[in-house]
């Protein structure tokens, strides 16, 4: 670690600056200790149906001798899941691991071309998609190395009468569910059934081995798997449980996960951590219905939420979130995207409880930094670097940056990926040979050891909490043979942090933007379609050509 750490002065009392990475050997034997001590508390609950650990062991272990004993998958083979919120995700994602098999977690929202890619590039054997988003699986399989397609419908796990309720409104009445055939695919249900006729052998898993595939958007625009082992995972646990267990209560939790857990925020800060603590995960299918969410909320004596400042700032303008009962609330975590002030502030006026702000990546499973949970007011920091983790500002050559300059943050820790799947030059890239991450934001930090982003050097654009890549916009505008030249940038939004625009110059002088938006919604995921489209005649470049994203941004008003 970096001699001087002054972060570990201002470490709430009871925190420690080492955390045991060993205690658990794998993710499932955190699972499994959780078990052992919280058989009968409720584990997740969704839709009015709640699983308690026992059933959450049981299940998980059936889809577990599924895949081995059905599909015969062998140790590392990857599985891919693509779901929202719903009980089907943890007993699945368990039953993956218990098997010592990789989870590749895959957005439901992707389109064709970008599910392809993930699928084709982690090399999933297995896929298992909920029955909303079985046309896009349809389309693309064929092109895949997949063998065996799951389908499953939200109703599923919710018993009789409401799960066939559930499954006939969201198909015949919402009209959610589309048409789709993929030959040889089966039920989630029936994989549980055909478990229960085989044995789960003993399977040996390693701290190394890769627990999760975790798809990140690339520089170049092609989205790449950082592999998360199991070692990084239980590491995350133990640092972010050492850091917020301190006022917590064993097997009394009640954590709001409205955040997906495909992605790596609720993955590891809900799923993992409060497993660990004995906790309920109460799970939000649908948190963009603002007003059925708030409506649930009110029914939940939940204790924690963690979420994006969108999602916050969603729920604060929502009617009725004010008469909510926060009398249990101690513990709001923000992250994915920065915390807007005005957001932090309004939530503490409403609920009595701070927003506490935290930072990371999928690179780092993902905690880097929290701010100390006792903080009474919003300080703009993204926090300090938490147990056994190291941080420091480099400059471009490398070295070390003395307290409040700017320069590239760059972390260290037992969190910090393996590197991504299959690419060694991408990995050169960002770990260094002294295992440093170099994770592309501008941050400075101040004398008492917290940690402020100013910039980002990547010109990614973050928009409720997701990484939007230019390059990626780019590429798939100027497919159009319309266009002649696009650039994407990101512009400051209340609701979302910030929208895509993209700047195009017309090869067809009738190039409308309704054309340009209708072409995005067929190739790209709804987070990452331009918002605005605006037609130039040139764009700013380099003597060398290369288009000045700076300049459309620094144009935009703010």
């Not at 592999?227 to 646990?237: E, F, G």
Request: charged fraction near 25%; include cysteine.
């Amino acid at each position: 670690m970096s001699s001087d750490r002054p972060w570990f002065q201002q470490y709430p009392e009871g925190i420690p600056r080492e955390i045991d990475v060993d205690e658990f050997p794998s993710v499932v034997s955190v699972l499994e200790n959780a078990i052992d001590n919280y058989r009968a508390r409720p584990a997740f609950s969704n839709l009015g149906k709640t699983l308690t650990y026992a059933e959450i062991d049981e299940l998980s272990r059936q889809f577990a001798a599924y895949l081995l004993g059905e599909l015969k998958l062998k140790k590392g083979d990857r599985v891919a899941i693509m779901l929202p919120n719903c009980l089907q995700y943890p007993i699945a994602t368990f039953g993956v691991l218990r098997a010592g098999l990789t989870v590749v977690n895959t957005n439901p929202m992707y389109t064709a071309r970008e599910l392809r890619h993930q699928l084709v590039d982690s090399g999933a054997s297995v896929v298992l998609v909920l029955d909303n988003f079985g046309d896009t699986v349809q389309e693309v399989v064929r092109d895949t190395p997949v063998k065996q397609v799951i389908t499953t419908g939200l109703g599923d796990m919710l018993g009789f009468p409401k799960g066939n309720i559930v499954n006939f409104v969201l198909k015949y009445v919402k009209k959610m569910v589309p048409e789709y055939n993929i030959p040889g695919a089966v039920r989630f249900r029936a994989t549980l059934e055909a478990g229960r006729r085989h044995e789960l052998p003993t399977v040996e898993i390693a701290p190394s081995d890769i627990a999760f595939l975790q798809y990140t958007g690339g520089t170049t625009g092609v989205a790449k798997g950082a592999m998360l082992t199991h070692r990084n995972l239980v590491a995350n646990m133990q640092q972010s449980a050492a850091w917020v267990g301190t006022n917590v209560r064993y097997g009394e939790e009640v954590i709001i996960t409205a955040l997906p857990l495909y992605h790596i925020f609720a993955l590891t800060a809900n799923g993992l951590v409060f497993m660990k603590f004995g906790g309920l995960n109460h799970l939000i299918t649908n948190p963009r219905d603002m007003p059925g969410f708030v409506k649930e909320l009110k029914s939940v004596p939940f204790t924690a939420i963690t979420g994006v400042n969108t999602l916050f700032n969603g729920l604060l303008n929502t009617p009725g979130f004010d008469e909510i009962d926060f009398s249990r609330l101690h513990l709001t975590l923000g992250g994915g995207m920065a915390v807007q002030r005005s957001v932090a502030e309004r939530w503490k006026k409403v609920t009595g409880v701070t927003l506490v702000e935290a930072y990371g990546l999928t690179e780092t499973s993902p905690a880097a930094c929290i701010n100390p949970m006792d903080l009474k007011d919003y300080n703009g920091a993204i926090g300090l670097p938490i147990p056994s983790t190291d941080a420091c500002i480099k400059d471009e050559d490398g070295n070390v940056l003395p307290v409040g300059e700017v320069g590239e943050l760059c972390i260290k820790g037992p969190q910090v990926m393996k590197g991504y799947w299959n690419r060694p030059e991408e990995t050169a890239n960002v770990l260094d040979p002294e295992g440093w991450l170099h994770t592309g934001d501008m941050a400075r930090m101040d004398e008492q050891g917290y940690f402020y982003i100013v910039d980002r050097k990547k010109d990614m654009i973050l928009v409720s909490g997701f990484n939007v890549y230019p390059n990626e916009v780019e590429d798939v505008i100027a497919s159009m043979p319309e266009v002649l030249e696009v650039a994407a940038v990101g512009v400051p939004d209340e609701h979302s942090g910030e929208v895509v625009k993209v700047v195009i110059v017309k090869k067809d002088p009738g190039l409308t933007e309704d054309q340009v938006k209708a072409h995005a919604r067929e190739n790209l995921t709804g987070y990452k379609h331009p918002r605005i489209v605006e037609f130039r005649s040139e764009l700013p470049k380099t003597n060398v050509g290369k288009i000045l994203r700076r300049e459309l941004r620094d144009e935009s008003p703010r």
